[in-house]
């Protein structure tokens, strides 16, 4: 079941609180009255159920029905200070003890007007036959049982899902009226108020008060809203109204009871106790009237007070709010100022992003060059030391044919120094062969041929040792420019491995700057990110100081 709570006039917190304390603290009083009558019937002591001996007693249908609305009123309390969610249902728990403190005071008012007896006035315990003011033994008196009713009926408006607080404070008031009535009729000794006719049973005195005090608690309990809302207001009218209340509710009925005490002591007469009564109400009331007025005009007073206090603070607020003017119009020509340089700082920003990204796409593309160079020239290098294998390899081939040709020197100058030893052989062989005569002329031919051949020989070995000479220079030649061909080759080794170096320098140098030009287009991107909401921040502000 839910409550709703709608919104009333304003009434203070504190208020508020107040007034629920002062239900929840007349809830148990009610209950307490109830309870105190109840053990007073269970130990037989007379003093609880009637209070003065003499009077007529609280009947235990009476004292229960006091529990139960005590009862009811503590839950539903209880109810205002737990969540929609809780688990404890007070909201039923406060519906069935009203419905029950209804159901006993129906029932009663049924016996009352039908000559028929339920059997529920001595069903908790018996009273005498003879018990003063009472109908039947143990019924309450039926302004009792039809305050019962009514106030059961109010609690059971306050348990609806949407409570009515107007109608229940109405019935609560009615049940008020009947309960006062009764009061005063014990104050002034007219039994008529209490004790409606001689056949039905007299209402107690702590019953009217019990009722006053349980009608008291409703209304405190429903302070902000129906008929309470004026009363309780924090305006100057439910102040003056608070203030007034206790002079209605006690003063008229103090005069009243004071006059009839002179009237029934034979101090004046009629005509002067209505004299004395209308004059003593015109005193009371204005003095009533006097001390909320002088009360009224140091509120007043105070009021002014604040309010030139509230003219003067006013008037320095609009003077702060023209200072604020001013500096919300120098802020807003500062905030386009700021707009338009961020708005430039933003496209720069942008423009370096875009040129940042341009420059890692270069290098990139440099680095695949890059790349490509150092695989190049790694390619030369490999080349270059098969050159300078077989360069070396002619180098060493060209020295083992100046060792031949130094070989076949050697040759030739043996074959010339042989050629000429058989040329001297030969002549002597045919200078012996002269000498000889006849028999020495075939031997003198062959030593001849011989000479022939021998000066053959060494014409060839001179030819052979030219050519040789000739191979030797040109070997000689080979061979230096095989040497320099080396050195240089050794030289263009070393400078292509320092080539490769250098471009692997290069490559790890474009692949750093490569990283670095990223981080730049990152960062130039988020400062263009930045940027753009800081243009769109003082865009807001400018539109705000606009307005």
């Known amino acids: 079941m839910t409550y709703d709570r709608p919104s009333q006039q304003p009434y203070s917190e504190k208020g508020t609180i107040n007034s629920i304390a002062r239900a929840r603290a ?219 209340s206790p002079f209605a509710l006690f003063l008229p009925p103090f005069i009243c009871w004071f006059m009839l005490i002179g009237y029934r002591e034979q101090v004046y007469t009629e005509e002067m106790g209505i004299s004395l009564f209308g004059i003593l109400n015109v005193i009371s009331f204005s003095i009533a009237i006097w001390w909320n007025a002088r009360f009224l005009n140091k509120i007043d007073l105070l009021r002014r007070e604040a309010q030139k206090a509230l003219q003067y603070a006013l008037a320095e607020r609009q003077e702060q709010l023209l200072q604020q003017e001013r500096l919300a119009s120098d802020l807003s020509d500062a905030v386009t100022e700021v707009t338009s340089t961020m708005n430039q700082l933003e496209t720069s920003s942008q423009s370096s992003a875009q040129q940042a990204a341009v420059a890692d796409s270069h290098a990139h593309h440099i680095l695949g060059l890059s790349s490509g160079g150092t695989q190049a020239v790694e390619r030369t290098v490999l080349e270059i030391n098969a050159l300078q294998e077989k360069v070396r390899a002619i180098a060493t081939q060209t020295q083992e044919i100046q060792e031949l040709v130094a070989k076949i020197a050697d040759i030739a100058r043996s074959v010339s120094d042989l050629a000429a030893q058989t040329n001297m052989l030969a002549l002597n062989a045919a200078l012996e062969a002269v000498r000889a005569g006849e028999p020495g002329k075939g031997f003198g031919v062959v030593a001849g041929e011989i000479r022939k051949l021998a000066d053959q020989s060494k014409a060839s070995a001179e030819n052979i040792n030219a050519l040789v000479a000739d191979i030797q220079g040109a070997t000689s030649s080979v061979a230096i420019a095989t040497d320099e061909g080396l050195t240089k080759v050794d030289l263009g080794a070393r400078t292509a491995r320092e080539t490769t170096e250098a471009f692997k320098g290069v490559a790890e140098a474009i692949d750093r700057i490569a990283i670095f030009n990223k981080q730049v287009a990152r960062g130039a991107g988020q400062q263009a990110a930045a940027v753009r909401q800081v243009v769109e921040a003082m865009k807001a502000i400018e539109r705000r100081g606009n307005n």
């Open 26 to 244: 007349i809830a148990i009083a009610v209950s307490i009255v109830g309870f105190m009558v109840i053990l007073g019937w269970m130990l037989n002591i007379a003093l609880p159920g009637s209070v003065v001996p003499g009077l007529v007693t609280m009947k235990a249908n009476t004292a229960l029905s006091f529990i139960l609305g005590g009862a009811s009123l503590w839950c539903w309390l209880r109810h205002l200070e737990e969540t929609r969610d809780s688990s404890k249902p007070f909201l039923l728990y406060s519906a069935i003890a009203a419905s029950i403190a209804l159901l006993i005071g129906l029932l009663t008012l049924i016996q009352y007007g039908f000559p028929v007896d339920f059997g529920i006035d001595q069903l908790l315990f018996k009273e005498n036959i003879d018990a003063f003011a009472t109908a039947a033994p143990g019924r309450m008196a039926p302004n009792s049982a039809f305050s019962f009713l009514l106030l059961a009926v109010a609690q059971l408006l306050l348990c609806l899902p949407r409570p009515q607080y107007l109608l229940s404070q109405l019935v609560t008031i009615a049940a008020f009226l009947i309960a006062l009535l009764g009061f005063f009729g014990y104050v002034y000794g007219n039994a008529y108020f209490y004790l409606l006719d001689p056949s039905f049973t007299a209402m107690a005195l702590h019953t009217a008060i019990a009722f006053i005090l349980w009608s008291a608690g409703i209304l405190f309990a429903t302070a902000e809203f129906g008929v309470m809302a004026p009363l309780s207001s924090s305006y100057a009218g439910g102040l003056l109204a608070r203030r007034l």
